[in-house]
């Protein structure tokens, strides 16, 4: 029962520099999300996706490129990465309303 | 827009005793859920509770119960006789949209006293 997963879990990276963090949920579940949990702070959204092929943006997008070719794979990628993109990322899904929404464990992202 | 309001940023309880963590909520959507999180010091976000805006009954999970004022908009989460493993920031959240994303607080820090 893998549920949901994220990877890399830790990471280091330069400003500048191109990151994607992935995710990878069992459940075929059709609504997956990220979010973003700055130290001392509750989660933001950065996107969203309802079903394979469709993605929006969230509450802070700026900076960051999701896809969605399959159900089960929400990469995030930060094209450039900067220092005010260190934060902890987690990713999440649901299978629609009324319904448990559950979290991947999340990845540390620090930049430098 | 959603927005979650947790006054507390933190609390103490004894353990063994029970301790209400306080969320109120402003939507303008008809239909939304709330939920509360449990965030240990490990990181990781365990699910505790949900409450549908149509649910009738108050939402129960084993020592966790979700006390649902909808007229007032408030959401309190209650924990009945506190653990040590209960030591944990818990967050609520309310969901809506069509896509279901979740709206956070900024989250009570609570600690249980031996």
């Known amino acids: 029962d893998a549920g949901i997963t994220q990877s890399p879990r830790y990471k280091i990276t330069e400003t500048g520099r191109q990151v994607t963090l992935m995710c990878h949920q069992t459940w075929s579940h059709s609504y997956m999300f990220w979010y973003r949990q700055d130290l001392g702070h509750g989660l933001r959204l950065i996107y969203y996706?309802?079903?394979?092929?469709?993605?929006d943006k969230g509450e802070v997008p700026d900076g960051y490129v999701v896809s969605r070719s399959k159900t089960e794979n929400f990469p995030l990628t930060l094209e450039s990465a900067t220092r005010s993109q260190t934060s902890v990322y987690f990713c999440a899904s649901t299978s629609g309303y009324g319904n448990t929404i559950y979290f991947g464990e999340g990845s540390w992202l620090t930049v430098v | 827009a959603q927005k979650i309001t947790q006054t507390q940023p933190g609390m103490f309880v004894q353990e063994k005793e029970a301790v209400t963590l306080d969320c109120t909520y402003d939507?303008?959507?008809?239909?939304?859920?709330l939920f509360w999180y449990k965030q240990p010091s490990s990181g990781e976000m365990i699910f505790l509770i949900y409450q549908g805006s149509y649910d009738q009954q108050n939402a129960t999970e084993g020592r966790y119960s979700l006390n649902f004022q909808k007229a007032r908009k408030s959401a309190n989460l209650v924990i009945s006789a506190s653990q040590l493993g209960d030591s944990a920031m818990y967050f609520c959240?309310?969901?809506?949209?069509?896509?279901?994303?979740?709206?956070f607080g900024s989250g009570t820090q609570l600690t249980v006293l031996p």
């Open positions: 939507t303008s959507d008809p239909s939304y859920g």
């Open positions: 959240a309310i969901e809506s949209g069509s896509a279901r994303q979740l709206t």
């Open positions: 996706s309802a079903a394979a092929d469709i993605t």
